[in-house]
T-cell receptor, first 113, second 112 residues
């Protein structure tokens, strides 16, 4: 099992749709979790951190399921501007070093008019 | 609001040539790192640093050297370029151990 796995997509959805991405991780000792967004030919940018209790930021909701070792990202009322690749990032270590960050390969989302 | 600055943005090399990718950040971040991104592979860590004078290897360090003489700068050196090093390279920095990574705009390298 790969350390961090994501469905590569692409997810093609109409504007206004709700779409969800899952990301599984293999190391049960993983400490922190993030979703990054990467636009085409641009650098990744932090979308949101994922907390144990789940967290919401506007139309975006992130959830963590430690028992099943996955995190999810839900996007409601999709906008054209949400089209991007969403990267799941897991910090697998106890020490919190940046060297312990593992990036998933990303899930591509395309929102159509 | 410079953040993380990488140069050059584009570079074409011939096999065997050497070069340095520059990375500078103005946020006084202790943590800096270099990633490469290849189609279908995701971001892979090359080298990282937790402070001036301290560097460590990541997942794919072979063929690359780094140094961290100042907090601001973290250059990546390709010793003898190979076609397998054709990639997009991202430098990133962070102010805390579990914190947000701030990426540069990337450097697209082609090795012929």
């Amino acid at each position: 099992r790969k350390e961090v796995e994501q469905d590569p997509g692409p997810f093609n959805v109409p504007e206004g749709a709700t779409v969800a991405f899952n990301c599984t991780y293999s190391n049960s000792a993983s400490q922190s979790f993030f979703w990054y967004r990467q636009d085409c030919r641009k650098e990744p940018k932090l979308l949101m951190s994922v907390y144990s209790s789940g967290n919401e930021d506007g139309r975006f909701t992130a959830q963590l399921n430690r028992a099943s070792q996955y995190i999810s990202l839900l996007i409601r009322d999709s906008k054209l501007s949400d089209s991007a690749t969403y990267l799941c990032v897991v910090n697998r270590g106890y020490g919190g070093s940046q060297g312990n960050l593992i990036f998933g390969k990303g899930t591509k989302l395309s929102v159509k008019p | 609001n410079a953040g993380v600055t990488q140069t050059p943005k584009f570079q074409v090399l011939k096999t065997g040539q050497s070069m340095t990718l520059q990375c500078a950040q103005d946020m006084n971040h202790e943590y800096m790192s270099w990633y490469r991104q290849d189609p279908g592979m995701g971001l892979r860590l090359i080298h990282y640093s937790v402070g001036a004078g301290i560097t460590d290897q990541g997942e794919v360090p072979n063929g690359y050297n780094v140094s961290r003489s100042t907090t601001e700068d973290f250059p990546l050196r390709l010793l003898s370029a190979a076609p397998s090093q054709t990639s997009v390279y991202f430098c990133a920095s962070s102010g805390t151990t579990f914190g947000e990574l701030f990426f540069g705009e990337g450097s697209r390298l082609t090795v012929l």
